[in-house]
Every structure is written in structure tokens, then in C-alpha cells.
């Protein structure tokens, strides 16, 4: 089973940057998908960006629509760790923000339950 951390998440004000990590143990994560989610108080978890494999270690990303332009997400392999750089923060973006990985690499999934490992967690706080 892949235990998953992340960190990277902070107060930052509004059209900031962050970057948030995710470390994963256990496996390899070469050929999982991997995704962000976040969920802020009062709402239910929402689908930020999936990063799923594609084969010969080329990778597929999708990101939801609100954050199309402003969020990257990446993997490095070497170092066993997925990323989600994002740029042009807005007050809504607050929210816990968690990684989730599937163990098959192809799935293209928006949904919380097509992933199986998860991490605990990382505040984000964009004041305006």
C-alpha cells in the first residue's frame, strides 16, 4: 500500500504562488495516476487535477475547469513525488488540499472513489 504526505500548503494573498508536494513510500509511483483534490469548509471534496499514465513514462494531465491556466501538476518519478504548482491564487482556491493515488496508471478519474491511497492533507489560505 503507498502511504502518501503532503506538504507545501501555507497563507499566501490573492494572484500569489504556491507549490504543493506530494511524497509518496511504500511504491513506486511510476505507473499510478495520481490526483489533487480539495475540500473547503462547508463543501464537499472537489476535483482539482489528475496526472494519469499513458506508457513509455509519458504522462496524460487534466485539470477541472477553475483552474485551467493557474494549476500545473507534475511528476517526478526520480524523486517519488507529484507537484501542484499553482499560480494566480484567488480566495476561493482556500481550502485542505489532498493527493490521491490509483495504483491503475490509466484511469482518468474526477472521482474521489477511482483512487485508492490518499494523503492527510494541506491548508491553503489565500486572503484577499
Known amino acids: 500500500q503507498v502511504q502518501l504526505v503532503e506538504s507545501g500548503g501555507g497563507l499566501v494573498q490573492a494572484g500569489g504562488s504556491l507549490r504543493l508536494s506530494c511524497a509518496a513510500s511504500?511504491?513506486?509511483?511510476?505507473?499510478?495516476?495520481m490526483a489533487w483534490f480539495r475540500q473547503a469548509p462547508g463543501k464537499e471534496r472537489e476535483f482539482v487535477a489528475t496526472?494519469?499514465?499513458?506508457?513509455?513514462?509519458?504522462?496524460?494531465?487534466s485539470y477541472a475547469d477553475f483552474v485551467k491556466g493557474r494549476f500545473t501538476i507534475s511528476k517526478d518519478n526520480a524523486k517519488n513525488t507529484v507537484y501542484l504548482q499553482m499560480n494566480i491564487l484567488k480566495p476561493e482556491d482556500t481550502a485542505i488540499y489532498y493527493c490521491?493515488?490509483?495504483?491503475?496508471?490509466?484511469?482518468?478519474?474526477?472521482?474521489?472513489?477511482?483512487?485508492?491511497?490518499w494523503g492527510q492533507g494541506t491548508q491553503v489560505t489565500v486572503s484577499s
Open positions: 496526472i494519469r499514465w499513458t506508457g513509455d513514462y509519458t504522462y496524460d494531465p
Open positions: 511504500g511504491r513506486t509511483l511510476t505507473t499510478y495516476a
Open positions: 490521491a493515488a490509483s495504483k491503475v496508471g490509466s484511469v482518468f478519474s474526477r472521482r474521489a472513489a477511482a483512487y485508492d491511497a
